[in-house]
C-alpha cells in the first residue's frame, strides 16, 4: 500500500491557477501510474488526469490544455498544474496510485488501490 498525501487546494477565483502536489511513500513510485481524480457530490469520482510510469499522460476531455500531470520520481510526488480555471472545476481532488506497478490500462476509481485525503479547490465565479 502506498501512502499518499496532497496539498495545493484553495479558494479562487475563476481564471486562476493552482497546482496541486502529491507526495507519495515507499520505493515503488517510479513503477506506478498515478491519477488524479475529483468528486463533487452526488456524483462519482472521475479522472481528470493521469500518468504512467512511462510518462505517458491522459486527460479528460474538458481539462485538456488547462490543467497538466507531471511526476518527478526523485521527490516521489505527482503534480497536477490546473489554469484557466472554470466554477465547474470545483470538487474535492483526490491523489491515487494504481495497484499494480507498471499498470497501463484504463483510469477508472477502480484500477487505483492508494488513495490520498483529498484537498478542496473551489473556484467563484
Known amino acids: 500500500q502506498v501512502q499518499l498525501v496532497e496539498s495545493g487546494g484553495g479558494l479562487v477565483q475563476a481564471g486562476a491557477s493552482l497546482r496541486l502536489s502529491c507526495a507519495a511513500s515507499g520505493s515503488t513510485f517510479s513503477s506506478r501510474a498515478m491519477a488524479w481524480f475529483r468528486q463533487v457530490p452526488g456524483k462519482e469520482r472521475e479522472c481528470v488526469a493521469g500518468i504512467r510510469w512511462s510518462g505517458s499522460t491522459w486527460y479528460l476531455d474538458s481539462v485538456k490544455g488547462r490543467f497538466t500531470i507531471s511526476r518527478d520520481n526523485a521527490k516521489n510526488t505527482v503534480y497536477l498544474q490546473m489554469n484557466s480555471l472554470k466554477p465547474e472545476d470545483t470538487a474535492v481532488y483526490y491523489c491515487?496510485?494504481?495497484?499494480?506497478?507498471?499498470?497501463?490500462?484504463?483510469?477508472?476509481?477502480?484500477?487505483?488501490?492508494?488513495w490520498g485525503q483529498g484537498t478542496q479547490v473551489t473556484v467563484s465565479s
Open positions: 491515487a496510485a494504481a495497484r499494480g506497478l507498471y499498470y497501463s490500462g484504463t483510469y477508472f476509481a477502480s484500477d487505483f488501490g492508494s
